[in-house]
């Protein structure tokens, strides 16, 4: 049965409250406008300025913030998080994201700052050879298991980067599975089929009213301006 809009909306905000209800236990990284971003030496310099541009331009975009995006490469916080969770060469995305929300650099109380983190791993997922990306707006983490050849592929990994960050900012499912009156189905980056790099007017309705609910709670329109779609 297709939601309402009135509904969807109501959705929207409810997604947004729920994450904010958790804000003891999860990280508020998209306040200090920061991401981090890490790589394994097997990755190019060429694919990791892919991703972090798909990454801001979506971020700058949904969230009506400007990032600031700062490139760690092999940083020590990096490896000792993606050794402790890799398995016979494969990385357990729930642990790493756990790890990473939790880590030291984002305690306040100990010097640290609330940032994101982008991960790109030339590893798979643990029993998943098929996924190349996954992110949690809970979280604050987005990760990318480019193993092989994958990193060649620039042109994909932007529209999947763009896709991540879209989660990043607070999607939790994707546009096809939510199926509301008044909304056409359309192609849209945020479907699983990754059919676009563009989104759909049914999701830029989802992230305008999860924003305006985040930013109402925390102010942090003042730290950039909203955008129009």
């Known amino acids: 049965m297709p939601f309402s809009s009135e509904q969807y909306r109501g959705y929207s905000r409810w997604v947004a409250e729920r994450a904010m209800a958790n804000n003891g236990n999860l990280p508020l990284w998209w306040i200090n406008g920061e991401v981090r971003v890490s790589w394994e030496l097997e990755i190019p310099r060429k694919t990791v300025d892919i991703i972090v541009e798909a990454v801001r331009q979506r971020l700058n975009e949904l969230c009506g913030l400007r990032f600031a995006f700062k490139l760690f490469g092999q940083h020590e916080s990096f490896v000792e998080q993606l050794n402790a969770c890799a398995l016979n060469g494969q990385v357990d995305q729930e642990k ?17 700052r609330q940032h994101a983190d982008v991960y790109i791993t030339a590893k798979p997922f643990l029993g ?56 056409a189905k359309n ?35 003042l730290c950039g301006q909203m955008m129009d779609f």
């Open 96 to 112: 790493l994201f756990s790890l990473a929300s939790m880590e030291s650099w984002r305690d306040e109380s100990n010097g640290g």
């Open 128 to 183: 998943d050879a098929v996924s190349w990306g996954a992110a949690d707006f809970n979280f604050g983490v987005m990760f990318f298991a480019l193993y092989g050849q994958r990193y060649s592929h620039q042109s994909f990994l932007r529209t999947i980067a763009l896709h991540e960050a879209g989660h990043l900012a607070g999607m939790p499912t994707h546009c096809e599975y939510l199926r509301i009156k008044g909304y």
């Open 187 to 221: 192609t849209c980056n945020m479907n699983s089929d990754l059919s676009s790099d563009g989104l759909c007017s049914k999701c830029k309705e989802y992230f305008r009213i999860f924003w305006e609910t985040i930013n109402q709670e925390y102010g942090t329109y």
